[in-house]
């Protein structure tokens, strides 16, 4: 399969979010958890909402798809969210592991670039079962770098708000600041990332048919040499035949 045709089926940005139902199904949880804890100020029934919430997708999810790991996926999240709210008993508690785990993705980005394993790259070949050739263009690597580093970002950008909105109490406008630099920040992302695959893509073609053309070259100049070397080294037989007729004729006359 050529590049361009592995281009041609990469999916949308919409579909490598997981598509509308996708973005509704995440938000759920987190929306049931805060119109909960605001209409009854209750923590526990916030807890149990959410993680019925959660229950529900999974098993949807786990339907649609054949398999269980979609509701456990559902469910790890938000079941570690509700535990640290219970924990602390308090109701920003719920969104303290999206927080920390923002600094963690985003230091985890910043150090692919560094050690030049950009994350961006590794994972969108890993995800789409495509080579890792890019890593042996220098170009292809640093575009890679670029997408890294905007993704680096979006988790920075959710730690420093979210922080604050933790640190300030702001429940409600914590899961705004969820919900809004959710998807939308991953869509930048996501972007930025199909950016770097096309150019990545585009550059490894042309030097693959430039590869090809060169190895055709080669292959009609072996060709051209082999056929020369043969007509050396193949006697001519009529002319060998006049040059011995030639001597038989001079060895009868003496």
């Known amino acids: 399969m050529t590049s361009a045709e592995t281009e041609e089926k990469q999916p949308t940005v919409l579909e490598q979010m997981g598509g509308v139902s996708g973005m509704l199904y995440s938000s759920l949880p987190v929306l049931v ?8 100020k209750n923590l526990m029934a916030a807890i149990i909402g959410s993680l019925a919430a959660a229950v529900v997708i999974g098993v949807i999810l786990a339907v649609r798809k054949g398999t269980i790991q979609p509701a456990i996926s559902a469910v790890f999240g938000v079941g570690i969210a509700a535990f640290i709210a219970y924990k602390t008993g308090e109701a920003k508690g719920f969104f303290l592991f999206g927080i920390w785990q923002s600094v963690v993705y985003g230091s985890a980005f910043l150090l692919s670039i560094i050690v030049r394993w950009p994350l961006a790259g590794v994972i969108w070949t890993f995800l789409n079962g495509r080579d890792r050739s890019w890593r042996d263009d220098k170009a292809s690597v640093r575009d890679y770098d670029i997408a890294t580093f905007v993704w680096a970002l979006v988790f920075f950008a959710r730690f420093v708000v979210q922080r604050w909105l933790y640190d300030e109490d702001q429940v409600g406008w914590l899961a705004v600041a969820r919900l809004g630099m959710g998807y939308p920040l991953m869509a930048v992302a ?58 038989s004729r001079d060895k009868s006359r003496d």
Do not use: C, G, Q, S
């Not at 958890?33 to 009854?40: G, H, S, Y």
């Not at 930025?192 to 055709?216: F, G, P």
């Open 33 to 40: 958890f805060v119109i909960i804890n605001f209409a009854t």
């Open 190 to 247: 996501l972007l930025a990332t199909v950016w770097a695959v096309r150019r990545a893509d585009k550059r490894l073609k042309a030097a693959e048919e430039a590869a090809e053309a060169k190895a055709k070259a080669e292959a009609e100049v072996d060709e051209v040499l082999a056929r020369t070397a043969d007509d050396l080294l193949t006697p001519d037989m009529d002319e060998l035949k006049r040059v011995v007729d030639a001597e």
